[in-house]
């Protein structure tokens, strides 16, 4: 399976955007690049997901590079509720398991 | 309402006796999975189902039972509970491809 890589922690204040980088560098062409959060005592929640374009949605935007080597989720402003920890996962819609492969993310920190 | 919910949300037993997690839901998805979390570290998947009656091995299946009778109940069980059993689980469910999982809150199991 195909790995990311990811900061074990960024910061940011509340109201600015954020914008977390995730690189996967052995990325194959069938892999969706999916995120994930998960807040404080709760299971993970979907954010958002690609295959080659950007992706919008109500809860964030994911920007793709166009090698697909790399992606970046953006919150386009920052609240106190979106401190958690975001997992970047690559999926392969074609394999037979469907199973997902949590690495240990990036620790997000918001300030008031 | 629809969803996934997990029952108990917590629980603490002995070591040797056998505990049953149960994990329920109601979207009629074809996967469902279970996931454990150890302090500090990412999800890592026991076993997971892609239908009723069809069951497969994650990365940490070793002294956990599981079983799919019904699509919509997918239970774990610790047939002979060790302290390194100790951890949160998670139960997910998803249509596959390149869908979302769905996860519940989760299960905080402390084994003395």
């Known amino acids: 399976d195909a790995k990311t890589t990811q900061p074990n922690s960024m910061e940011s204040n509340e109201e600015e955007p954020v914008h977390l980088p995730c690189n996967h560098s052995?990325?194959?062409?069938?892999?969706?690049i999916h995120w994930y959060r998960q807040l404080p005592s709760q299971g993970p929640e979907y954010v958002i997901h690609?295959?080659?374009s950007n992706v919008n949605n109500r809860m964030a935007s994911l920007a793709i590079a166009e090698d697909r080597k790399s992606s970046t989720l953006i919150l386009h402003r920052a609240t106190l509720r979106d401190a958690a920890v975001y997992y970047c996962?690559?999926?392969?819609?074609?394999?037979?398991?469907?199973?997902?492969?949590f690495g240990t993310g990036t620790r997000l920190q918001v300030f008031p | 309402d629809a969803g996934i919910t997990q029952s108990p949300r917590y629980k603490i037993t002995e070591t040797g006796r056998q505990v049953t997690l149960m994990c329920h839901q109601t979207?009629?998805?074809?996967?469902m999975f279970w996931y454990r979390q150890d302090l500090g570290h990412g999800l890592r998947l026991i076993y997971y189902?892609?239908?009723?009656?069809?069951?497969d091995k994650g990365e940490v299946p070793d002294g956990y039972v599981v079983s799919r009778s019904k699509t919509e109940n997918f239970p774990l069980t610790l047939e002979s509970a060790t302290r390194s059993q100790t951890s949160v689980y998670f139960c997910?469910?998803?249509?596959?491809?390149?869908?979302?999982?769905?996860f519940g809150d989760g299960t905080r199991l402390s084994i003395l």
């Open positions: 997910a469910s998803g249509h596959g491809g390149d869908q979302p999982q769905h």
């Open positions: 052995t990325i194959s062409g069938t892999d969706y």
């Open positions: 690609g295959l080659t």
């Open positions: 996962i690559l999926r392969d819609p074609l394999g037979n398991t469907d199973k997902l492969i």
């Open positions: 979207w009629s998805h074809s996967y």
């Open positions: 189902s892609a239908a009723a009656d069809i069951t």
